[in-house]
């Protein structure tokens, strides 16, 4: 066992403890798959990650990802959360223009943005397959959320290394009242996502109108125009607080369906007191960006 350089980053805030946090081992060198998942169960975060030297010269850096339950082939916050650990530790990317992660799902590029005074950091959304859910199954789904299908708009399987059956309801305020049924959720083995759309223009701070422990934090910059929720217990996380594989594939079918913009706000988190900003961006060429702030919130040393 050795020492090993960890940080704690809170992702897509730029407010500590109002994101979602990942822990990062910024050398997971000579761990093996079971040490990993091992510190993965322990610390008890949606996602852990192990950085470690990429085997792909493109690549800057490579990186192994665990939640509770398993690994993942790629995940959006631990992405950008590692990236930030990274070059927050004197990590230097190869090119000026952008990092390179190395990981399962392949090589994924990050870049750095200054908006308004900070830096933000967005992942090329990978690839993404769609395709349409079982009837039956839709219909499970819907019985377990607590909605019925005239609230359900489209419905989609969705899969860009993490796959989530997502459901497109017809109102953030829909999206905000579900109470699932996570047992019955979890017997499925489905996890799933469900977004939502806000009267336009959202100029009402979603914050201030939402849980009791939300309207506590007071307004927030960004008014979102999409609410998304991410429920996963299949894997161990019965709602993960702000995901970014999620959101990647939300843009991805939602832009091209002509349901959002090129260009928007989404809020995640707010039912769990959170207040999660992810920034879309479609770029002329037709690739989707995912980004936010993040922020450090634990730095030094864990024994693996």
Not at 211 to 233: D, K, M
């Amino acid at each position: 066992m050795h020492n090993r350089s960890f940080r704690q980053i809170d992702v897509f805030t730029a407010t500590p403890c109002l994101g979602n946090p990942v822990a990062v081992v910024l050398d997971g060198s000579g761990l093996d798959d079971a040490a990993m998942q091992r510190f993965a169960r322990w610390t008890n975060l949606s996602e852990t990650t192990f950085v470690l030297p990429p085997t792909d010269a493109q690549a800057d850096y490579a990186l192994r990802i665990f939640t509770p339950g398993g690994e993942l082939p790629f995940a959006g916050h631990p992405t950008l959360g590692s990236c930030f650990a990274w070059l927050a530790a004197g990590g230097q990317p190869k090119s000026p223009e952008h990092i390179v992660q190395q990981c399962a799902q392949g090589l994924v590029p990050i870049r750095r943005q200054h908006v308004e005074g900070h830096e933000r950091l967005a992942f090329a959304a990978p690839p993404m397959r769609a395709s349409d859910p079982a009837p039956a199954l839709l219909s499970e789904v819907a019985q377990a959320l607590g909605v019925t299908t005239a609230q359900v708009r489209r419905a989609q399987l969705l899969d860009n290394g993490p796959r989530w059956l997502t459901l497109l309801l017809d109102s953030a305020d829909t999206v905000l009242a579900l109470e699932p049924d996570h047992a019955r959720l979890a017997a499925l083995g489905k996890k799933v996502g469900v977004a939502g759309v806000h009267p336009a223009p959202a100029a009402m701070p979603l914050i201030a109108r939402s849980s009791r422990e939300a309207r506590a934090f007071g307004p927030v910059p960004a008014a979102p125009l999409i609410e998304v929720r991410a429920f996963a217990p299949p894997i161990g996380v019965n709602e993960d607080p702000v995901t970014g594989s999620l959101n990647a594939s939300v843009a991805q079918w939602l832009i091209e369906a002509g349901e959002l913009p090129a260009h928007y706000v989404a809020a995640q988190g707010t039912a769990l007191g959170r207040a999660g900003r992810v920034h879309v961006a479609r770029d002329a060429a037709g690739q989707v960006w995912v980004g936010g702030q993040c922020v450090g919130c634990i730095r030094g040393e864990v024994l693996l």
